[in-house]
């Protein structure tokens, strides 16, 4: 992805009522207030809304989930599960908040230290590959 200046204005919204079938690749900030049955990966930060679903992966620099997410959650800086938030998945990170009644199915993987963190979650995710070789 091409370099930018990271600010707060958000790039793209994917609305209510909308649904889109497909990876979506975004550079720059995400609000996802509808439905999503693909992989999203951007740069910077993505808000998942309350009523949103999410069926794949999210990659990104910090996510805040106040909706579903069935698929593995990625973000290099911070997730935040809101009350009520849903990941039936792994979720990784150095921070993890996490807001009473949201619910996490899965693995988690948050450790501050950058060596230890990329370390651990490289390991995890290799096994996590083979396994799934394994079971195909």
Excluded: P, W
């Amino acid at each position: 992805m091409a370099l930018r200046i990271d600010d707060i204005s958000i790039n793209t919204i994917l609305g209510k009522g909308t649904s889109i079938s497909g990876d979506i690749k975004v550079n720059g900030f995400v609000r996802v207030d509808g439905d999503i049955k693909g992989n999203l990966e951007t740069d910077s930060n993505v808000i998942v809304g309350e009523n949103s679903r999410i069926q794949g992966n999210v990659k990104s620099k910090t996510i805040i989930i106040g909706g579903i997410i069935l698929g593995n959650v990625f973000a290099t800086d911070n997730v935040k599960l809101l009350s009520g938030a849903v990941v039936i998945g792994d979720v990784i990170s150095h921070k993890v908040q996490i807001e009473d009644s949201a619910v996490i199915h899965g693995h988690c993987i948050s450790l501050k230290n950058e060596e230890l963190f990329e370390k651990t979650s490289n390991d995890y995710l290799q096994k996590k590959a083979i396994k799934d070789r394994i079971l195909v």
